[in-house]
């Protein structure tokens, strides 16, 4: 057993007669997570673990404790759903008894952020060796001296065994996620998805950071050679990790961060990154790491007999997931920490092939598509959707975002005008038509994708000739070296350029109607950076 740490559990008012395994290290971990049947090692040395039916977030069965704290700071609705903190208490003590004749548990204390001056101090009690293993990869580890002295300002508990009583606990199912910002407790019961410790933590920051004045931000973020950030926001599947991770950069982090006065600053100290039909070509960085003892991959299929494990089976999760250090990736940052950026990409993968490959935005046209957070789903990756389906998440990151969008909206302008940031929204979805049935479209040639990037990055795309974009409105580039410019004007590659503007509209109208909301919280400049129907 490891040596406790300064605050004990006892201090904290958890009882238990568990033996306490207390900041263990990735090879003890992954040993007694072997040994206790939890999942198998593969052939090259990874930990692959199956969840069970939870495969991704349960964002239904999320709730925030609404009480004094948190009645007039939360963004109540759809994705903050207010629970009873009589409910809490209730499901607060059942947890406490569960935890009691635990035979083994495992404790992580950790950092959420990596800039000292804005972390929060997280403490993490787990039933799985592997869960340990998890989030120990996913956040920032202390050191030695620093967890002599640990005491969690806050505290998750992760119980997949429990089960939720809906009528004693105000949850929707036996699955449950309860966040209390007064007694800084997060409850996780009913899933094996490790996920939902990463994403609370998240959570946690974008309560706390917004009132010091510092964004926090679903994104990754790298550095180029000349000490120049980038900042990558996009919803799971545009290609954040994949964008991010370039051998000619060095990587910040692949999915939070904060943007402080000083500092981009990651908020972990690892890296998730979907696994499903992983290419050793366009994705090396990544794909190296599957290999790797210390990984955890999960839902990933393996032969049992040989333990190769294939990146391209769907069988048990479409969104398989790979954990590991972010020093598994060559080049990363070895203090999570980059200058303040100097560019900003949104990315789309728009599957209505509608959006051009790369776009420049002025602030307001970046506030209104950070409030919109748009993607599309694709036809066919899940039942019922034959056509291409369109996905609006406020932030790039609705279901991690406690306050209102405007308050993250607002920072963001205010730190783009402050550092006269350039903004570019990318296009990673499709062209030449939509996906899905009868769709003409095919997906974005990621040699595309980059080599506009780096135009981008380098600065030599702000010297090229723009267009207006009759729709949107933003500026389009005509030409790029290296790039056919043909595919830099999406109506010209589609075969019946009339069904474009028709389709284009029908996007137009998406956004008008998903913006509606938040049209009395933004400036009349933003609101005139609405797309028009041409």
Not at 45 to 54: D, I, L, N, R
Not at 116 to 125: A, C, G, L, Q
Not at 410 to 418: F, H, M, Q, T, V
Not at 450 to 463: I, M, P, T, V
């Amino acid at each position: 057993m490891a040596k406790a740490t300064g605050i004990g559990l006892d201090a904290q008012g958890i009882k238990t007669s568990a033996r306490l395994h207390c900041n263990l290290g990735t090879a003890p971990l992954i040993e007694l997570a072997v040994n206790r049947g939890e999942g198998l090692l593969s052939k090259d040395g990874a930990f692959v673990v199956e969840t069970g039916k939870h495969t991704g977030r349960s964002a239904n069965d999320k709730f925030t404790v609404k009480d004094a704290e948190t009645a007039d700071t939360v963004w109540w609705g759809k994705t903050n759903k207010p629970m009873d903190p009589a409910h809490f208490a209730a499901l607060k003590a059942d947890f406490l008894a569960a935890l009691a004749p635990k035979e083994t548990l495992f404790v992580q204390d950790l950092f959420g952020g990596s800039q000292p001056e804005h972390r929060v101090k997280v403490r993490v009690i787990t039933e799985f060796a592997w869960h340990s293993l998890f989030i120990r990869t996913l956040l920032v580890r202390p050191n030695a001296a620093e967890l002599e002295s640990f005491a969690p300002e806050y505290t998750i508990i992760d119980l997949p065994s429990f089960r939720a009583d809906p009528e004693k606990h105000g949850s929707r199912s036996e699955t449950v996620i309860a966040v209390n910002f007064t007694e800084k407790l997060i409850l996780i019961g009913g899933t094996k998805y490790a996920g939902e410790m990463k994403k609370s933590v998240f959570g946690i920051l974008n309560y706390l950071l917004p009132t010091k004045g510092v964004m926090p931000m679903h994104c990754s973020a790298n550095i180029g050679p000349n000490g120049d950030t980038a900042v990558f926001f996009g919803l799971s599947g545009t290609g954040k990790t994949t964008l991010s991770a370039d051998a000619s950069r060095t990587l910040i982090g692949d999915d939070e961060h904060g943007w402080s006065d000083t500092a981009v600053f990651n908020f972990e100290g690892g890296c998730y990154a979907k696994m499903i039909r992983l290419s050793p070509t366009a994705e090396p960085e990544i794909y190296a790491t599957t290999k790797r003892f210390g990984t955890v991959l999960e839902n990933v299929v393996m032969d049992p007999v040989t333990r190769e494990i294939d990146l391209d089976d769907n069988r048990l999760a479409e969104n398989s997931r790979g954990s590991y250090p972010i020093d598994f990736i060559p080049n990363a940052s070895a203090s999570n920490l980059g200058p303040v950026p100097k560019n900003i990409i949104m990315l789309t993968a728009d599957a209505f092939g509608i959006l051009p490959p790369i776009a420049r935005l002025t602030p307001d046209q970046a506030m209104y598509h950070f409030l919109s957070g748009y993607t599309a789903r694709v036809a066919g990756t899940e039942i019922g959707v034959t056509e291409p389906d369109a996905t609006f998440s406020t932030c790039f990151g609705a279901p991690f975002m406690p306050r209102h969008p405007s308050v993250y909206g607002n920072l963001l302008k205010e730190r783009i005008a402050k550092g006269g940031v350039d903004c570019w929204l990318v296009n990673t979805g499709w062209t030449g038509g939509g996906a899905g049935t009868g769709g003409t479209g095919s997906r974005m040639p990621i040699k595309v994708t980059r080599a506009l990037l780096n135009a981008a990055l380098d600065g030599s795309l702000k010297n090229a000739e723009f267009r207006k974009d009759p729709f949107f409105g933003f500026d389009v580039p005509v030409s790029v070296p290296g790039v056919e410019p043909g595919i830099l004007d999406p109506r010209t590659t589609w075969p019946d350029p009339a069904s474009y503007d028709e389709k284009a509209r029908g996007l137009v109208r998406m956004f008008v109607e998903n913006f509606a909301q938040f049209e009395e919280h933004v400036e009349q400049g933003v609101r005139e950076a609405a797309p028009r129907a041409a």
